[in-house]
């Protein structure tokens, strides 16, 4: 890759061009092989073997006849003969075969609570979705909760207790740590330590301060690698005390993020996504919405909605944050305006001025208290609190003491530690010896050859810290537990368990139980238990199914504080960053490596890189030349004379100097899909922890970065499924984008318009800007050789018509429809080596598009379903009928039909449909994880096609109800307007944001539905429309809202 | 130049060029019966259950609905299988030493559900819905037969798909009014057509285009 050359080519062109991967851009060999190959490599094997004989041909051609003949044999055979009906004895109240239930409870994450509701068939939990009732996922999910479901299921999750590595009891546990805090109890529990998580759960925090009673010399101490230090610490600092800020962003016309990714690392993220996208959506009469303005020193989702975004070195947005406040009037701040950033930072405060008690300033974790402190200044001065920015007591109140911990286990004055939950053994900082100590403890004898100390890891995993520890215990998962949690904002919910602990595991809520002596009551006694003694008047029973039934406590949020003026922080001293920065990151797919084990989160290409299966070190284009490094060079990071290999990934939009790397990765003990077994086929990334430090958590300066002449192989999804293989192959190239020079017949194909984006200035200008961006094409008229209804075919103005509308402005690219769909669908997971080859099997994919230019891009998300053409080109072209169309639109996949010609994908302008090359549903999916299937999905087989199908069971159990409703009583048309309208995608529930809306685009009961209605906005534009496909699945264009004080209003948004 | 076949082979490879298709469409006859017989479609076989029961004696005879037992036909998929409960409401009572009925005094007893013999199966890929097709006036009889004639049950019709078909694509063929849908005597009326039509007008029987798109049985 020759990355000036690309440059003047961007340069040098006009308008606006679109990029998927800096390949594309470059259009090197490999992009154009895989632009002009549907599916490259493994396909053309033989070809390319060398061995073309006539005796191979042979050898092949009888193979694949034999394989033909067992598969037709085996076909006969599709109705299983000895089947059993196993009724119930005494069938459960309520229970209905067939029908799935909905269960409210709540997931915890980093100590809080978000809602959420699952379905479960027949006693199997196997969906999850959003509790609308819940504060913090209004209905909304991310891509965390929707895999847990298969973490559920997770065969390699710990199922015995061990006891040094051989399987134990519970009940010899017990008697093993009873007596021993039964002879401490002189002592007041003297050398007794508990280490974990931070939870808001009521009920364990009260068993911890029970147990503090009995043991008044017991000491807790909690680690989180994510954590909450800085923003606490920022708290402290401007008001002396430590408060949680929750913020409203529906009330906010303009927010400045300060390295704040808060659509994705905050408790709180979904509810905040849904509320920011609320004030963006921009319709035929609204014509409004806010602006976003970002700084931060890495790449994040968050960033790539901004409408200003600043990607510098995260050292210097402390300077930033000190000039945004003074500029805001912020009193005794004293600095200097950091040269170039003048007017970012002068639009930015005008505009923030300008929207007194309607703007907010967020800070990210990963600033120091510093800047935290200067957030609330200004939001303070700008009379936001109480609008955008409340103040509740802490919900979260413990903090990290992790350093406290070792220190004592060094000295020597702990004998007995027990573990719960976390992973410090792999997440702890680089300069906390940790595992070291916690080794030295689990080994040590006393005189009389016996252990010295206890050391008991309850987890989910046997993993790294697990090893370490004498005694393992495994967890139950949330969904198998009873227990209790709160949201960000205090409101408490109920863990209701969806299934009996598939391994006997114990909940901590459990374990402490035992540890107070009381070893009979169970996790459900507990947790009455303690509500028992909160609700004292009120008639607890209906309360208590009232607060399983929604899922919400009533009434447990924390009341708002007024809070006074806050202190402003005199300015730290800065010290040189050096040449290079490192900025660490939770990562989109596995957080901090909880999530290492889960197949379905590895496999999804992150947000911007595509990347599967693999972290790598992001760093900018100019950074890559300046250390002239390409994609999957390995380089050294050293750091205070830590050293970890990474390989590099180039991705525009990451600042300059920066090496962003994700945390969560080379794990050693993971379980068979997240441990690293140093194969390049399989992945799995490198370990950041080894060179992140206690007091530089979130980016460290003086990195010294080293090329090795290693490489690793990244397998990134980014440019498979290019939309434009099948016209005019230059159409990619950006110099090929329409000039006026460019003749008529080129400019159609020359630019596909693939993403249409307008600044909402454009708009109200002009409400048509986006059909005209369509170009000549969107004047024609689609022309058809198939006759239309008036002659027999196709008629789309009865019954139900499904259709599909897809907000661009709202997609924040953040995977949860990725996910959902894979856990509605039964999508198989292929692993590295498949993806390398185009072979993933996602029915919705979400194509990230660079535009501008290579240091400052913009960045647009486009999720890609089927498109259910009305003129669909994969059905002309199938030779068996097996994909047909239906009378309601639906472009249908039957799978029993399919012989896998793969004509149909061929013929697909948009690239979705996904092909079985192998038996991935059944390969290796052990038994466990067969229970997540959805049981109306058919499980499809090697050498089948498959695709997105619009969710057909949900469509056909909506329309079955509408029916039969109907049947009863013609007469129910509202009833059913809003039984269809009710009915929603996998993606569309999943979606934070509603970016996704799905019903018919006909009246139904004689009323327009949702979807209709914003088919009919001016920003509708149907995807690829010069083909004449027809789509049902549409885009409402991207709108952004720039200053024009930063940027002028300029013709020619593509 | 000798001749390399003898004269004879003439005669066989004419012979053979007729033999061949002649065999291809034997064989490919044999195929399709074999696939019509009850060897393949499990038609008329009677399977062997845990427990004898008789829907002549319970239904025919006792004249107990199909509802009393398949409790879900009218809301689910699946019309549901009644659980051990069901069945000792009246065998608590009534013939309490039968021998015939250990194995439900067993499971009663035990916890241990009844393990019965699926009879009416479909391929994986297809779902069926009982009550949509309960609730648009399709009879019980018209799938299953006359069950209050079966001492043992056994699968009436093919089940094949295009068995499925014919009623998909002709509804007014066998549709009835709901209220006699679960009336195993119940008689088509002369003008059935006629009658048929009315129904399905009133029920919102989708067309036989609708009714026969894939996703309709297929997803």
């Known amino acids: 890759m020759n990355l000036s050359e690309v440059r003047s080519r961007l340069s040098n062109q006009r308008g606006q061009a679109l990029w998927r991967s800096m390949e ?476 009996a602990p598939l391994y006997g595991g114990k909940s901590a809520s459990e374990v402490l139980e035992v540890l107070l002596g009381r070893p009979e009551r169970s996790a459900y006694e507990v947790l009455r238990g303690y509500w028992v003694s909160q609700w004292k008047n009120a008639d607890f029973e209906r309360q208590w199914s009232t607060a399983l039934k929604s899922g919400v406590i009533a009434g447990t949020a924390l009341p708002l504080q007024d809070l006074g003026s806050p202190k402003v922080v005199a300015s730290a001293s800065e010290k040189s960053a050096g040449e290079w920065e490192v900025v660490f990151r939770p990562d989109y797919s596995v957080w901090d490596g909880c999530f290492s084990n889960n197949p379905w989160l590895q496999e999804l290409p992150r947000p911007f890189t595509k990347l599967t299966w693999d972290n790598a070190a992001m760093i900018s284009p100019a950074t890559a030349e300046k250390l002239n490094v390409v994609d999957g060079d390995v380089v050294r990071l050293m750091l205070n004379k830590r050293s970890i290999n990474a390989p590099v990934l180039v991705t525009p939009g990451v600042p300059d100097g920066v090496i962003s790397v994700s945390l969560g990765y080379g794990r050693l003990r993971a379980g068979h899909i997240g441990t690293v077994h140093g194969d390049q086929t399989i992945g799995v990334g490198f370990d950041a922890y080894a060179i992140r430090t206690a007091g530089e958590r979130w980016f460290a300066g003086g990195v010294q970065v080293i090329k090795t002449k290693r490489t690793h192989r990244l397998v990134m999804t980014r440019s498979h499924h290019a939309m434009g293989t099948f016209t005019n192959k230059e159409s990619l190239k950006p110099d090929a984008i329409a000039t006026e020079q460019t003749p008529e017949w080129a400019r159609e194909t020359a630019n596909r318009k693939l993403v249409r984006v307008a600044t909402l200035e454009q708009f109200k200008a002009n409400t048509n800007i986006i059909k005209e961006l369509g170009g000549e094409s969107e004047k024609k008229p689609l022309l058809s050789l198939y006759p239309g209804p008036e002659h ?64 400052d891009p913009k960045i647009y998300h486009q999720p890609v379903p089927c498109m259910h053409c009305e003129n669909a080109p994969c059905e002309y072209v199938c030779p068996v009928g097996a994909t047909t169309h239906s009378v309601e639109g639906l472009n249908q996949m039957t799978y029993n039909r399919c012989v896998g010609t793969r004509y149909c994908s061929n013929n697909c302008p948009y690239k979705v449909r996904r092909f079985n090359f192998l038996a991935y549903a059944d390969a290796e999916t052990t038994e466990q994880r067969k229970l997540q299937r959805n049981p109306d999905v058919t499980v499809r087989t090697n050498g089948v096609m498959e695709k997105c199908s619009y969710c057909i069971q949900r469509i056909q159990r909506t329309r079955i109800e509408a029916e039969k409703m109907l049947v009863e009583n013609s007469g129910a048309q509202q009833a059913e307007f809003n039984l269809i309208e009710r009915l929603q995608t996998a993606c569309q529930q999943a979606c934070p944001t509603r970016a996704i809306e799905f019903g018919s685009i006909i009246p139904v009961g004689g009323e327009k539905t949702r979807v209709a209605k914003l088919k009919d906005e001016p920003l509708d534009y149907g995807l690829l429309r010069e083909l004449s496909t027809r789509p049902r699945t549409t885009y409402l264009a991207r709108l952004t809202n720039p200053n024009p004080s930063i940027e002028p209003a300029k013709g020619g948004a593509a | 130049m000798p001749r390399l076949f003898h004269r004879r082979m003439n005669v066989i490879a004419r012979a053979s060029l007729l033999a061949i298709p002649i065999l291809a469409a034997t064989a490919g006859g044999v195929a399709w019966h074999v696939q019509t017989t009850s060897y393949v479609t499990s038609q008329d076989i009677t399977m062997e259950q845990p427990v004898p029961f008789s829907h002549k004696h319970h239904v025919g005879e006792l004249g107990i609905d199909c509802r009393y037992c398949h409790t879900s036909v009218t809301d689910s998929s699946f019309a549901g299988l009644p659980p051990t409960k069901t069945c000792m409401t009246c065998h608590s009572q009534i013939w309490t030493n039968a021998a015939m009925l250990q194995p439900v005094r067993d499971s009663w007893r035990t916890g241990v559900p009844l393990q019965w013999q699926r009879v009416h199966n479909l391929p994986e890929y297809v779902y069926f819905d009982h009550s949509i097709h309960v609730a648009k006036g399709v009879g019980c009889a018209t799938c299953h037969g006359q069950v209050d004639e079966m001492p043992l049950m056994f699968q009436a019709k093919s089940l094949e798909m295009s068995w499925c078909l014919e009623c998909h694509r002709h509804p007014e063929e066998y549709l009835r009014p709901r209220e006699e849908v679960f009336n195993l005597h119940y008689q088509s009326p002369p003008d059935q057509l006629k009658v048929g039509r009315e129904l399905a007008e009133r029920y919102h029987v989708r067309s036989a285009q609708a009714l026969t798109d894939c996703y309709t049985c297929h997803r």
């Open chain 1, 24 to 499: 594309e851009l470059c259009d090197t060999p490999e992009f154009r092989k895989s632009l002009e190959r549907e599916f490259p490599g493994g396909v053309d094997g033989w070809i390319n073997s060398g061995d073309q004989s006539r005796r191979r041909f042979l050898q092949l051609m009888g193979a694949s006849l034999m394989l033909a003949g067992a598969g037709t044999m085996s076909g006969c055979s599709d109705k299983p003969r000895d089947e059993k009906i196993v009724p119930y004895v005494d069938a459960p109240e309520m229970l209905v075969a067939g029908k799935p239930m909905f269960f409210a409870t709540a997931m915890p994450m980093g100590g809080f609570g978000r809602g959420v509701l699952v379905c479960s068939q027949e006693g199997r939990p196997i969906k999850i979705e959003g509790n609308p009732d819940h504060p913090a996922s209004l209905g909304g999910t991310d891509s965390f909760m929707q895999a847990s479901i298969l973490g559920l299921y997770d065969p390699d999750r710990s199922q015995a207790v061990t006891r040094g590595g051989e399987i134990s009891t519970w009940a010899a546990f017990w008697e093993t740590v009873r007596p021993r805090l039964e002879s401490k109890r002189q002592t007041g529990g003297e050398g007794v330590r508990l280490l974990l998580e931070p939870t808001t759960s009521p009920t364990v925090l009260a068993q911890l301060d029970e147990l503090q009673r009995q043991f008044p010399r017991l000491r807790r101490h909690h680690w989180d690698p994510i954590g909450r230090e800085n923003t606490t610490a920022g708290m402290v600092a401007a008001y002396g005390k430590s408060f949680a800020a929750q913020y409203d962003l529906s009330a906010a016309r303009v927010v400045v993020s300060l390295d704040s990714d808060f659509l994705f690392d905050e408790s709180a993220s979904l509810r905040y996504s849904r509320q920011f996208m609320d004030g963006r959506r921009v319709r035929r009469d609204r014509q409004e919405m806010n602006r976003l303005y970002v700084a931060e020193g890495t790449l994040t989702i968050t960033g790539s909605t901004a409408d200003h975004r600043l990607a510098i070195r995260p050292s210097e947005i402390a300077i930033l944050a000190r000039a945004l406040a003074a500029a805001c009037g912020v009193s005794g701040v004293n600095t200097e305006m950091p040269a170039g950033r003048e007017k970012w930072i002068n639009a930015a405060a005008a505009d923030l001025a300008a929207n007194r008690g309607a703007c907010l300033v967020m800070v990210g974790e990963s600033q120091p208290a510093e800047v935290h402190a200067l957030g609330h200044a200004i939001n303070h001065l700008l009379g936001n609190l109480g609008h955008t920015v409340h103040f509740t007591e802490p919900v979260l109140g413990q903090s990290d003491s992790l350093d406290v911990l070792v220190d004592e286990m060094r000295s020597g004055k702990i004998d007995t530690l027990l573990i719960f939950g976390t992973n410090p053994a792999y997440t702890s900082p680089a300069d906390i010896p940790f595992a070291a100590e916690l080794l030295r403890m689990s080994k040590m004898r006393s005189a009389d050859g016996t252990f010295a100390n206890l050391t008991a890891h309850l987890g989910l995993y046997d993993d790294e810290t697990a090893y370490l520890c004498q005694w393992h215990l495994h967890q139950s998962h949330y969904l198998e537990s009873w227990g209790d949690i709160r949201a960000f904002d205090g409101t408490a919910s109920i863990l209701q368990p969806l299934i």
């Open chain 1, 792 to 855: 027999g075919g196709w008629d789309y103005s009865k019954g139900y018509q499904w259709g599909m509308s897809i907000d661009l402005t709202s997609c924040i690219g953040c995977n949860a429809c990725v996910v959902a769909c894979q856990a509605e669908n039964n999508i198989p997971v292929v692993g590295k080596e498949e993806i390398s080859r185009q072979r993933e099997m996602h029915w919705i994919r979400i194509d990230d598009y660079f535009g501008g230019s290579l240091d």
